[in-house]
C-alpha cells in the first residue's frame, strides 16, 4: 500500500482552517488537522514543500515510522509549526487505518473506556452578572461543566470575553488587536465572580477558569489560594510554562487545581511538572502535540502520576481534530475533561462528522476512521483570510503574555 498524492486546504468559514488530505492506492483517503492560529500559512508550506514530497510512495500503514521519519529525520525538533505538520499527516494516517479496518480509531487505540466524554463549555460575559447569568445558559443546555470568564472593571478586552455566546473567536482582526492587562484589578475581581457563582447555582457542577499566562509565579498561588472556597475543577495557564519549576512556587501555597499545556507541542514541554507531580490536568491535545501517536505517550506518562488529561479544544481546533480528540477521550483512561467550544453552522457544513453533543457528553461516532471529513467544494467558498490573534500590553505600554 502507497501514499499515491497528498494535499492541503485552506479554508475559512469563520476562521481559518488548515486541512491536510491524504490519498492512498487503494482509493482510501485520510484528513488531518494542522491549524496553527494566527500563523496558519507557515505550516501550510512546511507541508506542501517540506513533508508532502518525502511522503509520496510511503507505507500509509507505518504510522509510527512516519512518525519518527517525520521528527528524528526533520533534525529541527519540535515547535508549533513542525509538530503541527507532523500532527496532520498522523490524523490522517490513523483515519486510513481506520477505513481499512473498518473500525472507528477508539477502538484501534485499545477500545473504549467510557460512555462518553464529559465537555466544559465557555460562558462569559462583560462583567459578574452578565457572566454569572451565561454560566447559567450553560446549565439550562445540560453541562456539567463550565469555563467562567468576566470582563474586569478597568481592563481592556479582557481575555476570554467574545463575541457571541456560543463562540469566542480571539483571533479577530488583519493585525493583531491591542488589548490590556493589569494583575491587580484581576486579583480583585475575579474571586467576586466565582463567589456569587457558588452562591447563585451551588456546588454541582464543575466551574473552570482560564488565566492564560497573566500572572506571575507569587500571583498565581495568591489567585490559587483565594478561588479555593470555591472549589474550582482547574485553574488553567495561570503562569507561563516554559520554566516547568516555576510551578513548584504555586504548588506549596495551593491546592486548587492546575491545568496546563494547550501550547505545549511534545513531551519535553511536560515531562518535569508531570513527573513533580506539579499539575492535575494536561491540556496538550492531538494538533498541537504531534497527533495521536505522540499525545498518547504525553497521557501514559502522566498516568504514571494520576494526571489526567484535559484535551484543548478551542474553535481554532478544527473539527477533525475534535473528532480526533473524542477518540482518544473515549479510550484513554487517564481521562479528565475535554474543552468543546462549538464551531459555527458554516465550520459544521465544511467538516461533516459524526460526533455529537447530548447533556454535558459528547460522543464520537462508529464510523470508520475518525469520523470527520471535508467537503472540498464548499471549502473553496471560503478563502483564507488573514486574522492574527490578539496582543496584551501593561497599563504603561508594557507588552505582556496574551
Ligand atoms: O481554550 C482555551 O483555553 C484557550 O486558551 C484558547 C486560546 O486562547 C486559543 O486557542 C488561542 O488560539
Ligand atoms: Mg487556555
Redesign the pocket.
Known sequence: MKIVSAKVIVTCPGRNFVTLKIHTDQGVYGIGDGTL??RELAVVSYLEDHVIPCLIGMDPRRIEDIWQYLYRGAYWRRGPVTMRAIAAVDMALWDIKGKMAGMPVYQLLGGRSRDGVMVYG?ANGADIDQTVDAVGKYIDLGYKAI?AQTGVPGIKDA??VGRGTMY?E??DAALPSVTGWDTRKALNYVPKLFEKLRATYGFDHHLLH?G?HRYTPQEAANLGKMLEPYQLFWL??VTPAENQEAFKLIRQHTVTPLAVG?IFNTIWDAKDLIQNQLIDYL?ATVVGAGGLTHLRRLADLASLYQIRTGC??????SPVTMGCALHFDTWVPNFGIQ?Y?RHSEETDAVFPHDYHFDKGYLFCGEAPGHGVDIDEELAAKYPYKPAY?PVARLEDGTMWN?
Open positions: 492560529n494566527g465557555h469555563r481575555y476570554g469566542y480571539p483571533a482560564d492564560h488553567e495557564d494547550e491540556r484543548h479544544g478551542a474553535t481554532d481546533l474543552e467550544m490573534l496574551w
